[in-house]
């Protein structure tokens, strides 16, 4: 068999910049790292070798010709060297051109020789053409253009013999032309499944050679280059019913990358389980489940996984685009970021069941949901204590309750937090949500509650602010059973167009227990923006008393049928509100202090107020009914009130005992400025300003003997 390379064994020196030879050179070899020119002794013996073979020892400098080539007695010539040297090189006008100062030892050429150098690469089209090629050596290096024709996956492979490995079809491969002799895959750093055998033309199963390439001892895998059919591989078996149905499993540190896309042929499997593997980075990838109205499967699952994150990709069609779960010893999750996504035509997503400490999900686009977005909860989960959520600068939009199979009875939620989960930020996110009012359940914007399931599992330091939530039958709803939610904030959102409430807090129903404490509700807008309905700003529910402890400072609620409707136990405050062109503007039941509250323009009552110790410095600025009306309760104190401009009387108190009405300022009623129902008893009403321009009724109506010190003009 013919073993050498056909070659010539003459040396060329060119002109690195200007494309010709080095023509009429000097050229001196010494010594590695040493001078050969100036210095003779540093100098080596250079032997030539002339074309007849013969070999002679000559002097320096040697020479070129004029075609750029060592000549001796006007014939090319071959220069040889024992061992390394250093070599510098004049042109003819004695400017160096090239110097080295070590050019070490070198090989025969033949086959032999050079099939095990890496500088020696044999190309061939595709990998079966290697598989059945005669003239494999052990060591070469081979260049595969396609894995197949027209899929690419073109990688280098190398020859190795089949004794040192097994065979697996995806990465090592069996030569047929050479039977003692196998491929392996070349591996350097990354890899794309078409190099394992991977179609993707998404009709073909690529199952099996993607899940070589997560396999496989790389840092990265890229997607890149087509669409990849799963087909469903195994369960994991769960200790509650939520079994995971996987067509990818990756169980070990990975970065997945690339333009393409896997789809899944069922829509009942996850197409990536990432189980137990830390460091996990997933970005730039789409996972399509391909179904219209996707009831199960997923996209991603994490279980047991630390430091993980999805970003930049695109999940549609399919059920889940994203979980964080538990494994079946209750281990959790821990560290996640889930940003810059895109999910569309999903049913929800989040860390539901299972749960996962200190996630992030922000920045993503969610469009065309039918059940929840993003719902951060521990629901079913053996685990306690999962906290440390943030879900930042989302936007969700599309939501549809038409699709009402597997979705709570049509229930649809934006965001959710609940069921065991601690410590949790929900801001700057838009919620679009139900325009065409199709579902049959209550469509929640922002949802904290409790578990109805597992009430011995509360909710607590949850702050929502900055948000801007739109169309929902309630804008934000907190709702608990029959545990304690505590330490919430509400601060700062925009709250537009609710169908029923803008905010609501209330227990689950009338036979829930639970109670919603340390609550602030501060500096929230509220817009009623051509709504149909009755909708209410702000309501805690009054009929059930769960609220204590609460702030509710600082919002702004214009054009609902009622602003605010606040009630509870205990330590309740309403300070410093404004209500715009509501039709009621505050309703108020059982609340320790009414304090700097301002109503402006409401069609019916601006304030009615039961069972309330302290109605303090509010203002009324136009009310189509009465503007104060207190109820109940004993020694209310009402005083310092602002109250004009207002359609009936000025403050009107109703079967209250010990009352007393001082310092507050009234004018321009139509009717009484000042009235204490027969039903009240022992009140005092004493140093008020009243305007006596009334158009019908008394200035002052009071069944009581002390009205000293009232200013009546």
């Known amino acids: ?135 494999l050596v052990d060591g070469q290096a081979l260049n595969i253009k396609e894995r197949t024709t027209g899929n690419g996956g073109g990688a280098m492979w190398d020859v190795v013999l089949s004794s040192t490995v097994t065979e697996d079809t995806y990465s090592i491969v069996q030569a047929t032309g050479v039977a003692t002799l196998s491929l392996v895959l070349r591996l350097d750093g990354i890899a794309n499944p078409k190099m394992f055998g991977a179609t993707g033309d998404g009709s073909t199963d690529d199952s099996l050679p993607c899940q070589a390439a997560l396999d496989s001892d790389v840092d990265e895998v890229d997607f890149t280059g087509g669409s990849f059919l799963i087909t469903l591989q195994g369960v994991i078996e769960r200790p509650s019913s939520f079994n995971i149905n996987y067509g990818l499993q990756l169980t070990d540190s990975k970065k997945i990358i690339g333009s393409g896309s896997i789809v899944t042929a069922s829509s009942t499997i996850c197409a990536l389980l990432c189980n137990g593997a830390d460091d996990i980075s997933i970005e730039g990838i789409t996972i399509d489940g391909q179904y219209e109205f996707p009831t199960n499967g997923q996209g991603v699952i994490f279980v047991n996984c630390k430091n993980t994150s999805l970003t930049g990709c695109l999940i549609k069609n399919i059920y889940a685009p994203w979980k964080y779960e538990e494994n ?50 521990a629901e079913n989960s053996t685990a306690t204590g999962t906290s440390g959520a943030t879900v930042t600068g989302n936007i969700l939009s599309g939501f549809d309750g038409t699709n009402t199979t597997d979705n709570l009875d049509g229930r649809i939620q934006g965001i959710v937090v609940s069921e065991n989960f601690n410590k949790a930020v929900v801001s700057n996110n838009v919620l679009t949500g139900d325009l065409d009012g199709t579902h049959t359940g209550i469509s929640s914007g922002i949802l904290i509650s409790s578990s109805p399931a597992q009430d011995d599992t509360p909710v607590t330091e949850v702050i929502v602010t900055g948000n801007v939530i739109a169309d929902w039958d309630y804008d934000i709803y907190v709702v ?83 602003g605010y409707n606040i009630g509870g136990l205990s330590n309740i405050a309403l300070v410093n509100n404004v209500a715009t062109d509501c039709t009621s503007s505050f309703d108020v039941d059982s609340v320790a202090v009414v304090q700097g509250n301002s109503s402006v323009n409401s069609t019916n009552a601006a304030f009615t107020i039961r069972n309330t110790e302290n109605v303090v410095g509010n203002v009324v600025d136009v009310a189509g009914a009465s503007a104060m009306t207190i109820f109940a309760g004993s020694g209310a104190k009402i005083h310092s009130n602002v109250i004009s401009g207002v359609t009936g009387a000025g403050i009107t108190v109703n079967t209250a005992t010990n009352a007393v009405v001082t310092n507050n300022s009234i004018s321009n009623t139509s009717g009484s400025t000042i009235r204490i129902e027969a039903s009240s008893t022992g009140c005092t009403v004493a140093n008020n300003v009243l305007d006596g321009a009334v158009s019908s009724g008394a200035v002052l109506v009071v069944p009581v003997a002390d009205t000293s010190g009232n200013l009546v003009y």
């Open 1 to 135: 068999m013919a073993n050498s390379i056909v070659s010539t064994p003459y040396h060329y020196f060119g002109a690195f910049n200007k494309g010709r030879p080095v023509f009429n050179a000097d050229i001196y070899v010494g010594e590695p790292d040493l001078d050969p020119e100036d210095i003779s002794s540093n100098q080596k013996q250079v032997t030539l070798r002339q074309e007849d073979g013969t070999e002679v020892e000559v002097g320096q400098p040697l020479n070129t010709g004029s075609g750029g080539y060592i000549t001796y007695n006007n014939s090319v010539a071959t220069a040889l060297v024992d061992g390394a040297y250093s070599i510098i090189v004049f042109d003819s006008q004695g400017n160096q051109i090239y110097y080295s100062s070590n050019v070490t030892d070198g090989v025969p050429i033949t086959v032999e020789s050079l099939a095990t150098q890496n500088f020696i690469v044999y190309n061939y089209d595709t990998l079966n053409d290697a598989v059945i090629s005669t003239t």
């Open 328 to 377: 079946e010893a209750g281990e959790i999750c821990d560290t996640g970021i889930v940003s810059n996504n895109r999910f569309v035509n999903i049913g929800q997503s989040g860390t539901k069941p299972g749960g996962v400490n200190n996630i992030v999900v922000s920045d993503n686009v969610y469009r065309d949901i039918f059940q929840t977005a993003i719902s951060i909860e």
């Open 480 to 562: 608990t059973d029959n545990v304690t939610l505590s330490h919430l904030m509400i601060e700062g959102n925009t709250i537009v167009s609710p169908k029923s409430f803008g905010i609501i807090i209330a227990r689950l129903d009338s036979g829930s227990t639970g109670s919603i404490e340390n609550i602030s509700v501060l500096g929230n807008y509220g817009d009623l923006d051509a709504s149909t309905g009755t909708p209410t700003g702000i309501s805690a529910d009054t009929a059930t008393t769960i609220l204590q402890k609460a702030t509710i400072s600082g919002n702004t609620m214009n054009g609902f049928d009622v």
